[in-house]
């Protein structure tokens, strides 16, 4: 019986993707009928996906392909299904629009509201839903003949509101933001006060932050913000531990664990040291054991109990992972069979037996979402008109919370990552689970509903990293490398109509993440539904005109403008041309080091001659942060996002693609132009600062505040 493999079943050495043979048109046709792209084009024209991995990602969507007859059975299977079904698993339509409802003429169908009561269609108009459904989940029934069938129906607006006229805004990597009051690193209550600061003092209109989301547990820890265990809970190494109340309660018995961050503090601030997250969370872990203890008031007890309520089964399946952690390591896979699955009786019993740890793990979460809540009031009382910006990262760590929690509806045996293209010709292999797409649409959207509404509820606005995951992701095989993976489509009506519905609810915009290699349409799907963009100063470049810079008039409005991110150089290795030596120390460059410095001093020249062109540099002057954040200013967008760092000089950047040991990624303090930490008192204070928030203030046509004014 033949077989649809790449390598034989002994497992020897993988045959390269572009020696495969094609996929026979069955094998193809159940792709098609999943979601699953059979080609994807790297930049140079459709490359097809080898018949092994398109085995292996149906494999993951729970179809069998190993062999022809599989096959035909599975496409027989699924057209059989296709045509049994009364109603889709879920039905997305926006307000103010009438929906096609594929359901036969003679059908019934009554739509039950979220707020209660009913609606029955007029027998024989079944088949459209009307304009005026309220926004919100509602359920679906219909009937026809002895056939019954119910779906999810989420009414979305139709469109996202944009910011009020136009800001700027800080860009900020809260662990790096020390001030004098941390402990080793930055944390909610800095948040506060660099948001209060910005909004009070400069005008700032908001605040974006790396994700904050809980990481996996466990020394040493990733400390990318990026690979999370839950995106649905913060992380409580971001606390204050002064800023819990209980602390008033028991701060006498916390001396030698005081002294302990001040000296955390201190390494990093005074010594030139690293963050290490790990110190700061035992640390802080040791406290909040000694606060626990503490008996709350009753109105404080109260709000506790009402977050518990609120927050439900995440939140007890998320405590509970925490404290089986502790008891037996964070890899659920090797746990002990009963306990993999969140619904067996087995993790019933111990959720009896850890009853004290889960407790624990469950006021933590409260803690953290206090003080997220006191961190975004704190940004609205300053004038903010966004406020917080939360980064909402495209997945989670495959041993984390998130992925023992939610497995019924992520892929086991795949993971995330990018196919290759003209700038890595290896691909990416981000090691995330991705969502099912045919297990979000049979669960109606409502984990995905869920973690967005989470995401939403302190914030201003959510960025969503890599925004085109909502349309499409490129799905790697365990044990393929990322060259041999597939894309697999999501229902991108869907995904953004949920997104649309729990942004509104939550009165927040939508920041997406739109940088590298983009389908066709997507941008502009994005942009009809009020999803801001992403605009990078140096990628922003006319390429039907040889890629000359593309000059601000041409930019578009709807997006948040900025010179860098977390992953690119910061402005003044730009400027300097130490992010070349950078990477050339590393071993990063591609191409020898005097061509890569001849192309950086090429682009400098450029930018050279255009900023001196629209009268931002002096005739033979050079290119300066200010002059470059005021051509952002020139263009239409509405955001403009000023990377914090800049602000003092900082020349290193945060995180190194590439690198593993060998740079220390996401554990760098923000620091001056000779890499000397810099607290956030001296940064407000510092005549830099001043010099770019004058510049900002000048080209924004906004008067520049008495320094000091409240």
Not at 365 to 394: K, S, T, W
Request: proline residues 8%; aromatic residues 6%.
């Amino acid at each position: 019986m033949a077989a649809y493999l790449d390598r034989d079943q002994a497992g020897s050495e993988q045959v390269p993707a572009e020696d495969n043979p094609p996929a026979p048109p069955e094998l193809v046709a159940l792709a098609h009928a999943y979601g699953v792209d059979s080609t994807y084009d790297p930049g140079s024209g459709p490359v097809p996906v080898a018949p092994g991995t398109l085995v292996a990602v149906l494999a993951a969507l729970g179809v069998e392909a190993g062999t022809p007859e599989a096959v035909g059975a599975a496409l027989e299977r699924h057209r059989a299904e296709a045509a049994a079904r009364l109603l889709p698993p879920t039905v997305v339509a926006r307000a103010g629009r009438r929906t096609a409802l594929d359901v036969p003429a003679e059908a019934s169908v009554v739509v039950e509201l979220e707020q209660g009561g009913a609606w029955t269609l007029p027998r024989g108009h079944s088949h459209w839903l009307p304009a005026d459904l309220p926004l919100g989940r509602h359920r679906l029934r219909a009937r026809a003949g002895d056939r019954e069938a119910a779906a999810a129906l989420i009414v979305a607006p139709d469109r996202l509101p944009g910011p009020d006229g136009r800001g700027w805004g800080f860009l900020a990597q809260l662990y790096s933001v020390l001030s004098e009051r941390s402990w080793g690193m930055g944390d909610l209550g800095d948040l506060a006060e660099l948001a209060q600061w910005a909004g009070h003092e400069l005008g700032a209109a908001f605040l974006q932050i790396n994700p904050l989301h809980a990481g996996l547990p466990g020394a040493p820890s990733d400390p990318s913000p990026y690979r999370p265990s839950s995106r649905r809970f913060a992380d409580p190494v971001h606390l204050r531990i002064e800023a819990v109340p209980e602390y008033a309660y028991a701060h006498e018995e916390l001396g030698e664990i005081l002294r302990r961050a001040r000296s955390l503090r201190e390494e990093v601030l005074e010594h030139d040291g690293l963050i290490d997250r790990d110190a700061v969370w035992a640390v802080k872990r040791q406290a909040l054991e000694v606060l626990h203890t503490v008996r709350r008031g009753a109105g404080r007890e109260a709000a506790y109990r009402a977050f518990v309520a609120r927050e439900g089964e995440w939140l007890e399946r998320y405590a509970t992972w925490n404290a089986l952690a502790e008891a037996h390591g964070t890899g659920w896979r090797h746990w002990p069979r009963g306990l993999r699955r969140p619904d067996s009786p087995h993790v019933t019993a111990a959720r009896t037996e850890l009853a004290d740890r889960i407790e624990f793990h469950r006021w933590l979460a409260f803690l953290v979402d206090e003080q997220l809540g006191q961190a975004q009031r704190a940004a609205e009382q300053a004038g903010m008109a966004v406020g917080l910006i939360h980064d909402l990262a495209v997945g989670v760590h495959p041993d984390g919370a998130d992925a023992w929690a939610l497995q019924d509806v992520l892929a086991e045996g795949i993971s995330v990552g990018a196919p290759p293209d003209a700038f890595n010709a290896h691909g990416q292999d981000w090691g995330l689970p991705p969502w099912r797409p045919d297990a979000l649409a049979e669960a109606g959207y409502a984990p995905y509903a869920e973690l967005l509404r989470a995401a939403a509820r302190h914030a201003g606005a959510l960025r969503i990293d890599h925004v085109m995951g909502l349309f499409r992701l490129w799905w790697v095989p365990a044990g393929n490398p990322p060259t041999e993976g597939a894309y697999v489509r999501y229902d991108a009506e869907a995904m953004l109509g949920v997104l649309a519905l729990e942004a509104h609810r939550a009165g927040a915009y939508v920041i997406g993440e739109d940088l590298g290699t983009v389908e066709p349409g997507v941008r502009e799907e994005l942009a009809d539904r009020g999803v801001l963009g992403t605009s990078v100063l140096w990628f922003e470049r006319d390429w039907r005109a040889k890629g000359e810079i593309l000059p601000p008039e041409r930019w578009r409005s709807g997006c948040l403008a900025t010179l860098t991110t977390h992953d690119l150089p910061s402005t003044a290795a730009r400027l300097s041309g130490e992010h070349v030596e950078l990477r050339h120390r590393l071993g990063l460059l591609a191409r020898p080091l005097g061509e890569e410095q001849a192309q950086a001093a090429a682009e400098l020249a450029e930018w050279r001659t255009e900023l001196t062109r629209l009268g931002l540099v002096p005739e033979g002057g050079e290119p300066t942060p200010e002059a470059l954040y005021a051509f952002l200013l020139a263009t239409p967008a509405q955001l403009v996002g000023v990377w914090l760092p800049d602000a003092v000089g900082d020349p290193r950047p945060q995180n190194l693609p590439g690198t593993w040991d060998q740079y220390p990624n996401w554990r760098l303090p923000v620091a001056d132009a000779e890499g000397m930490p810099v607290t956030l008192e001296r940064l407000a204070a510092s005549p830099a600062t001043t010099r770019l928030v004058a510049a900002l203030d000048e080209h924004s046509g906004r008067p520049t505040p008495a320094r000091g004014a409240g």
